[in-house]
């Protein structure tokens, strides 16, 4: 697939896709998430050609989103960073979007917990500043400073 | 792009990849939730080729992400449902991110706010059962039933 920048949308959205918004990008940091280390264990989790692989890899080093390590008997390791670590809330809202509209019929695949205390985290939720839970169409949305001028004039209309 | 289903990837993360999973998608959704409705305004606010935003038009309304309706005029309009709009949180957590690690140097491109006091909703986090605030450290994952038994077995390892 070639690579989009996205340069013309300025739009923080865009600016995500543009390092993670590709399936096998996402399912590596997912497995990066869950323990994998290694170019062949991601390889085979995946299932992945390798070449395609690499190329990835390659890219969330370069976005620094993983940080290439040499491990133990020579095997590079992959980490994820804080810029990485810090797409939890991504994949996790992603997770629960699927549990509930992709379900397996079996029920749930895998289930977050609280290290702590091994109860299972809350559904993600969108809060207002005073910790309220928000509903869609509850939000709404401004221009700040950063906002393109140019192409079309979103009307920023709220949800009928 | 060819579609993959990731049927071999019981995952939910996957499952929410086949449905949105790709750079245009998201984008479309996106607009729809700025209150875009029709063909030509998303085709002239993306610059994408008409051909792909009507496949993917499509298939969001297949998948039911996206309502497609008699508008005025005659001009068909493309609502998102409420599967569509259970997709907030992903977005709203994209954004975020963005703002954050691939920022605009005139500052935040757009602002999301609590419609009923207008001021701006919390950053995504992840919460605990009693409404702690999570870090990425403090989450580990366990099996459900709907766990794949085949392929790697993945260590489901804490963090280091």
Redesign the interface.
Known sequence: ?KR?D?D????????????I???WT??II??A????RRFD?FQ????IARNVLSERLKRLVNEEVLEKTPGEKGFPEY??TA?G??????????????????????????????????????T??????D??R???????????????SS??D???????
Chains 1, 2 share one sequence.
């Open positions: 697939m989009r996205f013309h949308l300025n739009c923080s959205l865009a600016q995500t896709l543009s390092v918004g590709e399936h996402l399912l997912r497995d998430f869950m323990g994998l264990d085979k989790d995946l299932g980490h994820l810029k670590l810090a797409l939890q809330p991504i994949l996790i809202s992603m997770t629960h979007w699927g549990d509930k509209h992709r379900p397996n019929p079996k029920g749930r695949r895998l289930i977050f917990l609280d290290r702590k205390n091994r109860k299972p985290i809350q993600m939720t969108v809060r207002a500043h910790d309220r928000l509903k869609p169409k509850d939000i709404t949305v401004k221009r700040g400073p950063g906002h393109r192409g079309l979103i009307p920023l209309s709220d949800l009928r």
